[in-house]
């Protein structure tokens, strides 16, 4: 959707979104797993699709925040928005610095860069298991209770009432990050993807700018990522795995690059064609990569570019065919 | 257009389908099993021994029997995620395996809070102590049975081993192995001169292997599985390590190994094993019989423990029902004929007292057929006792 598009449509597109996955997919935990992804996919698409600038390193940010969030979770009963608020600054302070030293070298050299962090962060995951668990995971993650003045405490023992805090929180994610590209901030990242070297001379930090997009990439991803460990009641390993991190860039791919409803369908999309195809054949990700080629070749902008242009030709369609109606 | 006679016809066809449905109970087995991904070799094999013990069982309680796999697509996470889905959208209650021992530790967790019941054959010592529970079985000997029962038997038959080398996976499954091995060692006055960690995720072992040769150990104990196993096992024989020491690898796939190795590599080499073919206890003798008439093959130890597991799941719904809690509570203490011979579930921490077999690997020219691969050098059962364990079943 375009910039012209008003915000209540967008609140609107985002609520009917949240309030109509659980009855599209099989169950409420793949429903809730397909928020938590299309958050993470979302942080993802505001550094390639909004930005130009290409990250192996998301899962290091997932994978932080389902530590952060199930140690604090863990040790210390301070309730959800407290470990959710701490989770969300960790990211982004985590992904500050990562940006600050990745966007010092430009194309390929930043995209190892990214990759080298989370690599990075992979082995000290792996091997500071007193901490993180180690192979394990951390389990026994808890789902902490919702405390606000003035009301009892919420909890969110099971999968439905789960599902709806973080329906809640998609919904205002989503829309603070569609406010933010909509936002001035938001047109001179474009102009960074579009032309970094004019963004420059123009008078932008771009420098500043990328940092910037870094941390709210950060701050969003580990917040994904801390609630799925509260999803699972447990925080794995693979997590933080290089493997998150393609996944999380090939629904960015797949559902479209540069538009926050592509990385909810890319994200929706890659999960239930992944549960599907993984119970026709082992070797699924062949079927998964055959579908992504197939995209890229009728929809080269993701499924989601795709819809909108099948939806305008048969808008243009349809408007022609009336006027041929009315002028006959 | 229906005439009146074709509706009242269509109307009983209808309902007596629909009462066939209502009455046709069908009770599901989940099969938690890595598919697809690193392990998938695994998972398939782990797939026919449920397909196996459903199709010999027939029906259990009265009902139809069903299998569902849960891809765990190697990953605890996939794994954790599905199992609660299976559980909130289908009130699943039976599950049946597991790989990793990270996976069958989570996968515990969910089936525990949905009281359900799961058996895993994962080696990991946590899944019987620490972290037990009273919703979670374990078939296979943990990482304590098979070092003991497989070293054990490799330091008697060889006297002059003076000083060993460890290769570890680095995670609870190659960190309790290491701690077992660690401790018979110390007891039996062994030195052990170094250890390599790696990853899940290694493929290259000759790093590894180069400092295992310049420690020059009398032995080298391979502590990891899988694949994993067989390349380090295959890099070691390539640099000759084999000619130099001895080579055991704790925790083999039995046949799969092998036979992936073929005899040129593994003769000579020691396997720990949960399972073989060549087993005399009628249990095992019908199953072979039972794989070789379906599938056309000899049974590895994928197919045999989930066979195993299904089984005992199976005859105890047959026996007592489906409420999970008269389950457990059939299965706590029950001696059986199962395939390794008389086999023993404990009450105190669900454990499954059964042999673990040492193997060595046959020259080509020994070998009587193509399955005859190794020959069996032990079978003994090693558990630690239920007061050291650390298991509080909740």
């Given at each position: 959707?375009?910039?012209?598009?008003?915000?209540?449509?967008?609140?609107?597109?985002?609520?009917?979104i949240?309030a109509?996955?659980?009855?599209?997919?099989p169950s409420?935990?793949?429903?809730?797993?397909i928020?938590?992804?299309g958050?993470?996919v979302?942080?993802?698409?505001?550094?390639?699709?909004?930005?130009g600038?290409?990250?192996?390193g998301?899962?290091?940010?997932?994978?932080?925040g389902?530590y952060?969030a199930s140690?604090?979770a863990?040790?210390w009963?301070?309730g959800?928005?407290?470990?959710?608020l701490?989770t969300?600054?960790?990211?982004?302070i985590?992904?500050?610095i990562?940006?600050y030293?990745?966007?010092?070298?430009?194309?390929?050299y930043?995209?190892?860069?990214?990759?080298?962090?989370?690599q990075?962060?992979?082995y000290?995951?792996?091997?500071?298991?007193e901490?993180?668990?180690?192979?394990d995971g951390?389990?026994?993650?808890p789902?902490?209770?919702?405390?606000l003045?003035?009301?009892?405490?919420?909890?969110?023992?099971n999968?439905?009432?789960?599902?709806?805090l973080?329906?809640?929180?998609?919904?205002?994610?989503f829309?603070?990050?569609q406010r933010?590209?909509?936002?001035?901030?938001?047109s001179?990242?474009k102009?960074?993807?579009?032309n970094?070297k004019?963004?420059?001379?123009?008078?932008?930090?771009?420098r500043?700018?990328?940092?910037?997009?870094?941390a709210?990439?950060?701050?969003?991803?580990?917040?994904a990522?801390?609630?799925?460990?509260?999803?699972?009641?447990?925080?794995?390993?693979?997590?933080?795995?290089i493997?998150?991190?393609e996944?999380?860039?090939?629904?960015?791919?797949?559902?479209?690059?540069?538009s926050l409803?592509?990385?909810?369908?890319?994200a929706?999309v890659?999960?239930?064609?992944?549960?599907?195809?993984?119970?026709?054949?082992?070797?699924?990700?062949?079927?998964?990569g055959?579908?992504?080629?197939v995209?890229?070749m009728?929809?080269p902008g993701?499924?989601?570019?795709?819809?909108?242009?099948?939806?305008e030709?048969?808008r243009?369609r349809?408007?022609?065919?009336?006027?041929?109606?009315?002028?006959? | 257009?229906?005439t009146?006679?074709?509706m009242?016809?269509?109307?009983?066809?209808a309902?007596?389908?629909?009462?066939g449905?209502?009455?046709?109970?069908?009770?599901?087995?989940?099969?938690?099993a890595?598919v697809s991904g690193?392990?998938?070799?695994?998972?398939?094999?782990?797939?026919?021994g449920?397909k196996?013990?459903?199709?010999?069982?027939g029906?259990?309680?009265?009902m139809?029997?069903k299998m569902?796999?849960?891809?765990?697509?190697?990953?605890?996470g996939?794994a954790?995620?599905?199992?609660?889905?299976?559980?909130g959208k289908d009130d699943a209650?039976?599950?049946?395996?597991?790989?990793?021992s990270?996976?069958?530790?989570?996968?515990g967790?969910?089936v525990?809070?949905?009281?359900?019941?799961y058996?895993?054959?994962?080696?990991?010592d946590e899944i019987?102590g620490?972290?037990c529970?009273?919703?979670?079985?374990?078939?296979?000997?943990?990482?304590?049975?098979?070092?003991n029962?497989s070293?054990t038997t490799?330091?008697?038959?060889n006297?002059?081993?003076?000083?060993?080398?460890t290769?570890?996976?680095k995670?609870?499954?190659?960190?309790?192995?290491?701690?077992?091995?660690?401790?018979?060692?110390?007891?039996?006055?062994?030195?052990?001169?170094?250890?390599?960690?790696?990853?899940?995720?290694e493929?290259?072992?000759?790093?590894y292997i180069?400092?295992?040769?310049a420690?020059?150990?009398?032995?080298?104990?391979?502590?990891?599985?899988?694949?994993?196993?067989?390349?380090?096992i295959?890099?070691?024989?390539?640099?000759?390590?084999?000619?130099?020491?001895?080579?055991?690898?704790?925790?083999s796939?039995?046949i799969?190994?092998?036979?992936?190795l073929?005899?040129?590599i593994s003769e000579g080499?020691?396997?720990?094993s949960?399972?073989?073919?060549?087993?005399?206890?009628?249990a095992?003798?019908?199953?072979?019989a039972?794989?070789?008439?379906m599938f056309g093959e000899?049974?590895?130890?994928?197919?045999?423990?989930?066979?195993?597991?299904?089984?005992?799941?199976?005859?105890?719904i047959?026996?007592?029902g489906?409420?999970?809690?008269?389950i457990?509570?059939?299965?706590?203490?029950?001696?059986?004929?199962?395939?390794?011979?008389d086999e023993?579930?404990?009450?105190?921490?669900?454990?499954?007292?059964?042999?673990?077999?040492?193997l060595?690997?046959?020259?080509?020219?020994?070998?009587n057929?193509?399955d005859d691969?190794?020959a069996?050098?032990?079978?003994?059962?090693?558990?630690l006792?239920?007061?050291?364990?650390?298991?509080?079943?909740?």
């Amino acid at each position: 959707m375009s910039t012209s598009v008003p915000f209540r449509v967008h609140i609107a597109a985002s609520v009917i979104i949240a309030a109509a996955l659980p009855f599209l997919v099989p169950s409420t935990v793949l429903a809730t797993e397909i928020l938590i992804f299309g958050m993470a996919v979302i942080g993802c698409n505001l550094l390639l699709g909004y930005t130009g600038l290409l990250s192996f390193g998301q899962a290091l940010f997932f994978g932080a925040g389902a530590y952060i969030a199930s140690l604090t979770a863990i040790h210390w009963e301070i309730g959800l928005i407290p470990v959710l608020l701490l989770t969300i600054l960790a990211g982004a302070i985590l992904a500050a610095i990562v940006g600050y030293l990745a966007i010092r070298r430009q194309g390929i050299y930043f995209v190892m860069l990214t990759l080298a962090f989370g690599q990075l962060g992979y082995y000290i995951a792996f091997l500071a298991e007193e901490i993180t668990g180690g192979e394990d995971g951390l389990l026994d993650v808890p789902r902490p209770p919702l405390e606000l003045p003035l009301l009892p405490d919420m909890t969110f023992a099971n999968d439905a009432s789960f599902y709806g805090l973080t329906a809640v929180i998609f919904v205002l994610c989503f829309l603070m990050m569609q406010r933010l590209v909509d936002s001035p901030l938001g047109s001179v990242l474009k102009a960074i993807r579009q032309n970094e070297k004019r963004a420059e001379a123009i008078g932008y930090q771009v420098r500043l700018y990328k940092i910037a997009v870094f941390a709210f990439s950060g701050a969003i991803t580990a917040l994904a990522g801390g609630l799925y460990a509260m999803m699972l009641n447990f925080a794995p390993l693979s997590n933080i795995d290089i493997e998150t991190s393609e996944q999380i860039l090939f629904m960015a791919v797949l559902g479209g690059l540069g538009s926050l409803y592509g990385s909810v369908i890319g994200a929706g999309v890659f999960l239930v064609a992944s549960d599907f195809f993984s119970e026709l054949w082992p070797r699924w990700m062949l079927l998964l990569g055959l579908f992504l080629v197939v995209v890229m070749m009728f929809a080269p902008g993701g499924l989601w570019h795709g819809l909108v242009v099948g939806f305008e030709r048969l808008r243009g369609r349809h408007k022609t065919s009336t006027e041929e109606n009315d002028h006959g | 257009m229906l005439t009146k006679g074709k509706m009242i016809v269509a109307a009983a066809s209808a309902l007596m389908i629909t009462s066939g449905v209502a009455t046709a109970a069908e009770l599901t087995i989940y099969n938690v099993a890595s598919v697809s991904g690193a392990f998938a070799n695994f998972g398939k094999q782990a797939e026919k021994g449920v397909k196996l013990a459903i199709e010999a069982k027939g029906k259990a309680a009265g009902m139809d029997l069903k299998m569902v796999t849960v891809d765990t697509e190697s990953n605890a996470g996939k794994a954790a995620r599905k199992v609660k889905a299976v559980i909130g959208k289908d009130d699943a209650k039976f599950f049946i395996g597991s790989t990793l021992s990270s996976t069958a530790l989570a996968v515990g967790k969910e089936v525990n809070k949905a009281g359900g019941i799961y058996i895993n054959g994962s080696g990991a010592d946590e899944i019987t102590g620490k972290q037990c529970n009273k919703s979670m079985f374990r078939w296979s000997a943990p990482t304590y049975g098979a070092v003991n029962a497989s070293l054990t038997t490799v330091l008697d038959r060889n006297p002059n081993i003076k000083t060993v080398y460890t290769i570890t996976p680095k995670y609870v499954f190659g960190e309790a192995m290491l701690e077992n091995a660690k401790i018979l060692l110390e007891k039996r006055g062994i030195k052990l001169v170094g250890n390599s960690y790696h990853s899940l995720k290694e493929s290259e072992f000759s790093g590894y292997i180069g400092q295992a040769m310049a420690a020059k150990p009398d032995l080298l104990l391979l502590l990891n599985f899988g694949s994993l196993a067989t390349n380090t096992i295959q890099q070691a024989v390539n640099f000759g390590l084999k000619d130099k020491m001895k080579i055991l690898l704790v925790w083999s796939n039995g046949i799969d190994h092998l036979r992936t190795l073929g005899p040129k590599i593994s003769e000579g080499i020691y396997f720990g094993s949960q399972y073989w073919h060549d087993e005399e206890a009628p249990a095992n003798k019908e199953f072979v019989a039972l794989s070789r008439k379906m599938f056309g093959e000899t049974p590895n130890y994928p197919m045999a423990h989930y066979y195993q597991m299904t089984k005992l799941m199976l005859d105890a719904i047959d026996k007592v029902g489906t409420d999970p809690v008269k389950i457990r509570a059939h299965l706590e203490g029950l001696s059986y004929a199962g395939i390794t011979g008389d086999e023993m579930i404990r009450a105190e921490d669900h454990q499954v007292e059964k042999y673990f077999y040492l193997l060595e690997g046959k020259a080509k020219a020994d070998m009587n057929d193509d399955d005859d691969l190794a020959a069996t050098l032990s079978k003994k059962k090693y558990f630690l006792p239920t007061s050291e364990t650390g298991c509080v079943l909740g």
